[in-house]
């Protein structure tokens, strides 16, 4: 069994930063490829960001690609989204989750993962 925490959700006006952060216990963190994916009002569960196992390939969005940022660090059992330009279209929230998918690219498919976090809420104010 995996335990997913995410924290560093909140308000933030539009343009402006945050980070996430989601810590895992439970297994070898290092085994997993880890995902962040968000959640709208409304609108169904929608990829975001993956990283693979040893950090060396990730994958974006259209959306979010070249203001988020995913990272890991596998000492710390942490993987980290950082968002830069944040718009009010990003507005939702934000689940971390973990697959043992072998093949990289089955991370953008939410179907791919075996635990999901809680979630944290993002707001971004116009």
């Known amino acids: 069994q995996v335990q997913l925490v995410e924290s560093g959700g909140g308000l933030v006006q539009a343009g402006g930063s945050l980070r996430l952060s989601c810590a895992a216990s439970g297994r070898t963190f290092s085994t997993y490829g880890m995902g962040w994916f968000r959640q709208a009002p409304g609108k169904e569960r929608a990829f975001v960001a993956a990283i693979s196992v040893s950090g060396g390939s990730t994958y974006y969005a259209d959306s979010v690609k070249g203001r988020f940022t995913i990272s890991r660090d596998n000492a710390r059992n942490r993987v980290y989204l950082q968002m830069n330009s944040l718009k009010p279209e990003d507005t939702a929230v934000y689940y971390c989750?973990?697959?043992?998918?072998?093949?990289?690219?089955?991370?953008?498919?939410?179907?791919?993962?075996?635990?999901w976090g809680q979630g944290t809420q993002v707001t971004v104010s116009s």
């Open positions: 989750a973990a697959s043992f998918a072998r093949a990289t690219t089955r991370l953008l498919n939410q179907y791919e993962y075996n635990y």
